[in-house]
C-alpha cells in the first residue's frame, strides 16, 4: 500500500492528476490478462474484447 500512497504524492506534487486514470485502466486490464491466462472465465472475457 506504500507504493499506491508514493504514486499519489508523485502525481500531486508534480501536477499529472490526469495520469491517475490512465494508470488505473491500464492496472483492470492487466488484471484481466492475468486472469484470462488459464480461467474458467476466459472465454467470458474474450467476449469483452
Known sequence: MSFLAEMWQFLKA???LWLA????VM???G???V???G???AP???TLF
Not at 486514470?21 to 488505473?24: A, E, G, L, Q
Open 31 to 33: 488484471g484481466l490478462l
Open 44 to 46: 467470458f472475457l474474450y
Open 14 to 16: 508534480r501536477k499529472k
Open 21 to 24: 486514470p490512465i494508470i488505473v
Open 35 to 37: 486472469l484470462a491466462q
Open 27 to 29: 492496472a483492470v486490464l
Open 39 to 41: 480461467s474458467v472465465v
